[in-house]
């Protein structure tokens, strides 16, 4: 047993180095980012069936209709964040299994993560403490609202798509802050958000596809 164990860790070694190599060549160039997903074991964030696939370049399922991101994806969504600052206050909405908040934990000490299904953040919790990632906060709740009471944040992320960008969270970005978020239905793109001194500026980026930003909590 404890063979076959440490030829999985081998294993996943390799595939992890392979995975960040192709990362640079997607054109991801910010090494702390890149390092910071080197840091975090995926196969821990995934369903213990599909571990052997954890450092493709794809989503995968983790039940309750959602997924965890590509790698790509994470690491463009968070190299778009930092470009130029650092992440500072950070919330995630739509935490998951957890593996994006691990990852902008190994970039700030500040992570607040939502989820609104219940058992989902069990499971981060979980695989939070596995990893020995103490520095996120976890909560149940709806995402489009935001954490009013953690606000106002230098850095949002949303990990689903919504069809405008919920104005809670607009009011919950700090002057300086930015955020970015999937925009959309059946047609997705990327939006990154600035509170500017003159107001809020959208830039569209990448073309995305995510599961839909859904209000309420189960």
């Known amino acids: 047993m404890s063979g076959?164990?440490?030829?999985?860790?081998?294993?996943?070694?390799?595939?992890?180095?392979?995975?960040?190599?192709?990362?640079?060549?997607?054109?991801i160039v910010d090494e702390e980012v890149l390092a910071a997903i080197a840091a975090v074991p995926r196969h821990i964030f995934v369903e213990e069936a599909l571990a052997s696939r954890a450092y493709e370049d794809t989503a995968l399922p983790l039940g309750f209709s959602?997924?965890?991101?590509?790698?790509?994806?994470?690491?463009?969504?968070?190299?778009a964040l930092r470009a130029g600052r650092q992440l500072g206050r950070t919330?995630?909405?739509?935490?998951?299994?957890g593996y994006q908040a691990a990852v902008l934990a190994q970039l700030t000490d500040e992570v607040y993560a939502i989820e609104r299904i219940e058992p989902l953040l069990a499971k981060a919790r979980?695989?939070?403490?596995?990893?020995?990632?103490l520095k996120v906060r976890l909560k149940?709740?709806?995402?489009?609202?935001?954490?009013?009471?953690a606000a106002p944040f230098d850095t949002i992320i949303v990990a689903a798509a919504a069809s405008r960008v919920p104005?809670?969270?607009?009011?919950?970005?700090?002057?300086?802050?930015?955020?970015?978020l999937p925009v959309g239905?059946?047609?997705?793109?990327?939006?990154?958000?600035?509170?500017?001194?003159?107001?809020?500026v959208e830039t569209r980026l990448?073309?995305?596809?995510?599961?839909?930003l859904l209000s309420g909590v189960e």
């Open 66 to 79: 959602q997924t965890i991101s590509q790698p790509y994806v994470v690491a463009r969504m968070i190299a």
């Open 206 to 212: 990448d073309a995305v596809r995510f599961v839909p």
């Open 167 to 180: 104005p809670a969270l607009l009011r919950q970005l700090a002057p300086g802050g930015r955020m970015i």
């Open 4 to 27: 076959a164990v440490s030829g999985f860790g081998m294993t996943s070694q390799r595939t992890r180095t392979r995975m960040i190599e192709r990362l640079r060549e997607q054109g």
């Open 185 to 200: 239905g059946a047609t997705q793109y990327l939006a990154l958000i600035e509170h500017r001194t003159e107001g809020y």
């Open 140 to 149: 149940h709740a709806d995402g489009q609202l935001g954490l009013p009471e």
């Open 126 to 133: 979980i695989n939070l403490r596995a990893i020995k990632q």
């Open 91 to 97: 919330l995630e909405i739509g935490a998951g299994c």
